[in-house]
């Protein structure tokens, strides 16, 4: 059978409450990936080599940049999704206080201008 574990999968480091709480997957998903996760991340690590055609499916679909159809490749790559760092956006620039004396002298002078 393919994607034989022994232990169930869990992730307590990026889903402290469990993956099955952590609203990121369906129930199915959730399911799949306790069922099967253990195997799906040793075959992608490469510490376990395909024991038969489904894993090899999965491996290489998970690898391609094509459309992934093997259900065990997208529950995988959605997770690898989900757990990659987030970007943080800031609406504000951080400069050194140099820059901030610089841009209020220009002001200032601007100012005394007007008068």
Do not use: W
């Not at 129930?27 to 991340?41: K, P, V």
């Not at 992934?68 to 995988?76: N, R």
């Amino acid at each position: 059978m393919s994607f034989e574990s022994e232990k169930p999968f869990n992730d307590f480091q990026h889903f402290a409450r469990g993956i099955r709480r952590s609203g990121e997957f369906s129930i199915r998903e959730s399911n799949l990936l306790e069922q099967c996760g253990t195997a799906m991340m040793e075959l992608h690590k490469g510490i376990r080599k395909p024991k038969d055609e489904t894993e090899e499916v999965f491996l290489k679909q998970l690898n391609s940049a094509e459309v992934i159809t093997d259900p065990y490749a997208k529950v995988f790559k959605k997770y690898l999704q989900v757990i990659q760092p987030r970007h943080l956006h800031r609406l504000c620039s951080v400069g050194s206080d140099d820059d901030i004396g610089d841009f209020n002298s220009s002001s200032s002078s601007e100012v005394s201008n007007i008068d």
